[in-house]
């Protein structure tokens, strides 16, 4: 359960704030209640969460869309929870971000700057 605290309310404050604005991005040490504080922010919001769990070697293609094959063996492309919360808008948690290389990261700019991706 949420038990609401001063400090939390100020959090959430600079949260509605900054996406008054704009995108945002929730940083912090582990176990310190970040996901508790998303969860309020999307109940808010009414916004549906995507979350996506991130590993070191994941490409950047890997970052937009996973390859599959389907039973007839052909090749099929699925989107991952990024495209998905950016095609539906919804909030998209990454959790992990700071295990990605830069190479990868970097392909995340043109959505956040151009709201555009290339698939």
Known sequence: TFINTPYHDQLLMD????H????????GPKGCGKSL??????LLFNYEIEHFV???DLSARELLQQRL???KGDTIWQ?????????????????GIHRLNNDTLVSLQRLIQDRELLL
Do not use: M, W
């Not at 008054?20 to 940083?27: A, E, N, R, T, V």
């Not at 504080?37 to 999307?42: N, S, Y």
């Not at 989107?79 to 959790?95: I, K």
């Open 15 to 18: 949260l509605i704030f900054s």
């Open 20 to 27: 008054s604005i704009g995108d945002f991005c929730l940083i």
């Open 37 to 42: 504080l998303i969860d309020r922010f999307a």
């Open 54 to 56: 991130l590993y070191k």
């Open 69 to 71: 094959t389907n039973e």
């Open 79 to 95: 989107n991952t929870p990024l495209v998905q919360a950016a095609l539906h808008g919804r909030l998209l948690v990454l959790d």
